[in-house]
């Protein structure tokens, strides 16, 4: 059974920082590409950022590039996204994703496996 956790949420003030976590289990992680998508209250899925499956290729939503970055540790089956200089309009519930396609895709159908979401609040 595929199993995506999502950790690291919270409640922070404008320009702080988080570092979301995305642990796997019943999969082999080293052959998936791992994405992380936000959902905010009343608007609908958007891709975040991904990591192709051998770590190396990254992508970051133009909204986030210079403040997000992510990473990959296919030995400990993990996917880390850090968050730097946090602003009001990224809050929303972070998830993570798996999807085995031979690219980086960028929308929800593109990933059949999914986690249960991490809430990130960002006060001004």
């Known amino acids: 059974q595929v199993q995506l956790t999502e950790s690291g949420g919270g409640l922070v003030q404008t320009g702080a920082s988080l570092s979301l976590s995305c642990a796997a289990s019943?999969?082999?992680?080293?052959?998936?590409?791992v994405a992380w998508f936000r959902q905010a209250p009343g608007k609908g899925r958007e891709f975040v950022a991904g990591?192709?499956?051998?770590?190396?290729?990254?992508y970051l939503d133009d909204s986030v590039k210079g403040r997000f970055s992510l990473s990959k540790d296919n030995a400990k089956s993990t996917a880390n996204l850090q968050m730097n200089n946090l602003r009001p309009d990224d809050t929303a519930v972070y998830f993570c994703?798996?999807?085995?396609?031979?690219?980086?895709?960028?929308?929800?159908?593109?990933?059949?496996?999914w986690g249960q979401g991490t809430q990130v609040t960002v006060s001004s």
């Open positions: 990591v192709t499956w051998y770590g190396s290729n990254t």
């Open positions: 994703a798996a999807s085995q396609m031979s690219v980086l895709g960028q929308l929800e159908k593109h990933y059949p496996y």
């Open positions: 019943g999969l082999s992680f080293s052959r998936y590409n």
